[in-house]
């Protein structure tokens, strides 16, 4: 898979999605906690917008990094027009951005994660490219897990839309794309997760 061909596609994809939005969604809840759609729309581009000189002033400024990437989305997420964060995804298709660990598969599980937090949310129909969720499933380890908070010990991710699961253990089912958000630490709205652990990973 070329995955800087899958990145440019996903942002173009998801611009689209954000263009599409009515305006009342942009203030809807999604899954990152504590943060809206527009929020969330507004930590997508953040690393294109940011160098790194001005990256490392504002970390500084926060005294830590989740609290400097909070500070920043609800910053532009305020100064920033719904027209202006879907531009900054399609316009910055291309954009070498990555996170400091990880490398391109890192970045394409920021765009698709991020998007998702958005899509599953609000209820719209998107189905990322399972190529794109596959190599993502592929890419969780122990470590990744505990960094985003998701405890996937004893669990086996087992896709009702692919033919193959991630681990093992006890199986927790769904959409891979599902899967994927529960192995990045987010809670799922009820329905969407099925086996015995399905409660470890859905919102109450």
Same mark, same amino acid.
Request: with cysteine; proline share 6%.
């Given at each position: 898979?070329?995955?800087?061909?899958?990145?440019?596609?996903? *942002? $173009?994809?998801?611009?689209?999605?954000?263009?599409?939005?009515?305006?009342?969604?942009?203030?809807?809840?999604?899954?990152?906690?504590?943060?809206?759609?527009?929020?969330?729309?507004?930590?997508?581009?953040?690393?294109? *917008?940011?160098?790194?000189?001005?990256?490392?002033?504002?970390?500084?400024?926060?005294?830590?990094?989740?609290?400097?990437?909070?500070?920043?989305?609800?910053?532009?997420?305020?100064?920033?027009?719904?027209?202006?964060?879907?531009?900054?995804?399609?316009?910055?298709?291309?954009?070498?951005?990555?996170?400091?660990?990880?490398?391109?598969?890192?970045?394409?599980?920021?765009?698709?994660?991020?998007?998702?937090?958005?899509?599953?949310?609000?209820?719209?129909?998107?189905?990322?490219?399972? *190529?794109?969720?596959?190599?993502?499933?592929?890419?969780?380890?122990?470590?990744?897990?505990?960094?985003?908070?998701?405890?996937?010990?004893?669990?086996?991710? $087992?896709?009702?839309?692919?033919?193959?699961?991630?681990?093992?253990?006890?199986?927790?089912?769904?959409?891979?794309?599902?899967?994927?958000?529960?192995?990045?630490?987010?809670?799922?709205?009820?329905?969407?997760?099925?086996?015995?652990?399905?409660?470890?990973?859905?919102?109450?």
């Amino acid at each position: 898979m070329d995955v800087e061909a899958e990145i440019a596609a996903e *942002r $173009r994809e998801l611009a689209a999605m954000l263009d599409g939005l009515p305006a009342a969604s942009w203030d809807e809840p999604s899954l990152c906690e504590g943060w809206r759609v527009r929020e969330v729309a507004a930590h997508m581009s953040m690393g294109f *917008r940011y160098s790194f000189a001005r990256t490392a002033v504002e970390l500084a400024r926060a005294r830590g990094l989740h609290r400097m990437t909070d500070r920043l989305a609800r910053r532009d997420a305020a100064a920033m027009t719904p027209g202006e964060l879907a531009a900054a995804l399609r316009d910055n298709a291309h954009h070498p951005w990555k996170p400091p660990v990880g490398g391109l598969t890192a970045a394409l599980g920021h765009d698709v994660v991020h998007g998702l937090d958005i899509g599953v949310a609000l209820g719209l129909d998107r189905r990322v490219p399972a *190529r794109r969720v596959e190599a993502l499933l592929d890419s969780v380890t122990p470590r990744s897990a505990k960094f985003f908070g998701a405890d996937l010990r004893g669990v086996e991710l $087992r896709p009702d839309d692919l033919d193959r699961s991630f681990g093992s253990g006890t199986p927790l089912t769904g959409s891979a794309q599902d899967l994927l958000l529960a192995a990045f630490g987010r809670s799922l709205p009820p329905g969407r997760l099925g086996g015995d652990a399905r409660d470890r990973f859905t919102r109450r």
